[in-house]
């Protein structure tokens, strides 16, 4: 194909993209309408609803969510026998031993969270570099359709093609197995985190844990402060998502395992109030880390941006001397609508760092590439199963390394 030809492909391909994203934000802002409007609706149904109803409705999510507790209850105690036995084999390790053994357990971790990503990208891309020998325009083409196609999406694969290309003609490669080290080069580059991102944890400081409902926030909340408590800190959370009662049970939950204090109210209080409470908490027993839950369901952006302020508000008269952390979780199941997720609290909030979710259970793991590259705000956390330590810092290194069974 002439280099005319697939420019003006390219050309269209990010047209195309352009009018994918607009759609989305239009179908989000129609989607926000229809809520608003199907809530209200819903609103006005439930008061209709009879009291015995109601009660009957409410003994149905109680149960639902004992039934789910029970269910994290058995994976605690299975997690708890696996641990002990580890512990047993691991006792007679010299601390060197033991760290090479958590960085193996660690990446052990992350190379089998990431098998269905691994699949998705490496097969793609694999399969160009097999089928084609020598390096031409159409090998490049294949291999940004290749990364396209495996949730990097238009932006950065495009990026990534042109790094890429001038790299070819620096080193002067002609072979296509080369490219595979080129491209994974690459990618190690393009999510480099520098080292500091997680100083925050040894600082004073308050973490706002952001995101829209069912991603895993209150899941990470929970992983975090067992990863601070391990480290020494102090920890305490705060539930400030108190439009349901079954959030605030859930952070009970989480706080209880990881063996840290959570400040919470009842169902529907104010959660500024409930941040101030959370405030004199970490100040009073001069805790190191305060971890805040929010909620993610309010109507549409406008109410989000002014709960989040007001709860800033709170934290910076109150505890100023504290550094702030904003933490974005992203569920990575939901592929490039996380992206456009982000682009939307991005507006919203100055978010310091994201947290990746569930990629132990998806093939679109590439979003945790396109997030780094397209936002410049660092992935910080990514989570690889449902367990307490299943979340990990991100290392770009790793990630790539497991991603490429390398
Ligand atoms: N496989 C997997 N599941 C996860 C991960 N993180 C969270 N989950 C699951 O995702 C589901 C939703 O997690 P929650 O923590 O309740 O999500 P949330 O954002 O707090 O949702 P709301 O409480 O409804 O606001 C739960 O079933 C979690 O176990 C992860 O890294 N991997």
Redesign the pocket.
């Known amino acids: 194909m002439g280099l005319f030809n697939w420019k003006k492909n390219k050309a269209k391909k990010a047209e195309k993209e352009k009018e994918i994203e607009k759609d989305n934000l239009i179908n989000d802002d129609i989607n926000e309408q229809e809520n608003v409007d199907i809530e209200e609706q819903q609103q006005l149904e439930q008061e209709n609803i009879s009291n015995e109803e109601h009660q009957s409705i409410e003994q149905e999510d109680i149960s639902n969510e004992e039934q789910s507790l029970q269910d994290v209850n058995t994976d605690v105690i299975e997690e708890q026998v696996i641990e002990e036995d580890t512990n047993m084999e691991d006792q007679n390790d010299t601390p060197e031993e033991e760290k090479g053994k958590n960085k193996k357990g660690f990446f052990g971790k992350l190379v089998k969270g990431l098998t269905k990503t691994r699949n998705n990208i490496l097969g793609s891309v694999d399969q160009v570099l097999n089928s084609f020998t020598k390096i031409d325009e159409d090998f490049y083409e294949e291999l940004e359709e290749a990364l396209i196609i495996a949730d990097l999406g238009v932006n950065t694969a495009i990026k990534i093609m042109e790094d890429l290309k001038s790299k070819v003609k620096e080193q002067k490669i002609k072979d296509t197995a080369q490219v595979r080290e080129l491209l994974m080069e690459e990618l190690k580059q393009l999510m480099k985190n520098d080292g500091d991102i997680y100083d925050f944890t040894e600082k004073k400081s308050v973490v706002l844990v952001i995101?829209v409902?069912?991603?895993?926030?209150?899941?990470?909340i929970g992983k975090l402060a067992h990863q601070y408590k391990d480290n020494g800190k102090k920890v305490i959370l705060a539930a400030a998502?108190t439009f349901r009662a079954a959030?605030i049970d859930?952070l009970a939950e989480w706080s209880n395992r990881a063996g840290v204090e959570l400040i919470s109210q009842q169902e529907n209080s104010d959660p500024g109030a409930v941040v101030f409470d959370a405030v004199q908490a970490a100040k009073a027993r001069n805790s190191d880390i305060l971890i805040c839950d929010t909620a993610?369901r309010l109507h549409n952006k406008k109410n989000l941006m002014e709960e989040l302020r007001k709860i800033f508000k709170i934290i910076n008269r109150e505890y100023s001397e504290a550094h702030k952390e904003v933490l974005l979780?992203l569920d990575s199941t939901t592929g490039q609508n996380a992206l456009q997720q982000a682009k939307q609290f991005k507006d919203i909030a100055d978010i310091t760092g994201i947290v990746l979710?569930?990629?132990?259970?998806t093939a679109k793991g590439g979003i945790a590439i396109a997030i780094q590259t397209e936002l410049n705000i660092p992935v910080k956390y990514i989570?690889?199963?449902?367990g307490i330590d299943?979340l990990q810092k991100f290392d770009s290194d790793d990630f790539v390394n497991a991603l490429f069974d390398q």
């Open positions: 995101g409902n069912g991603v895993g926030k209150t899941t990470t998502d959030a859930q993610g979780v979710t569930k990629l132990d259970g989570g690889v199963g449902e299943d």
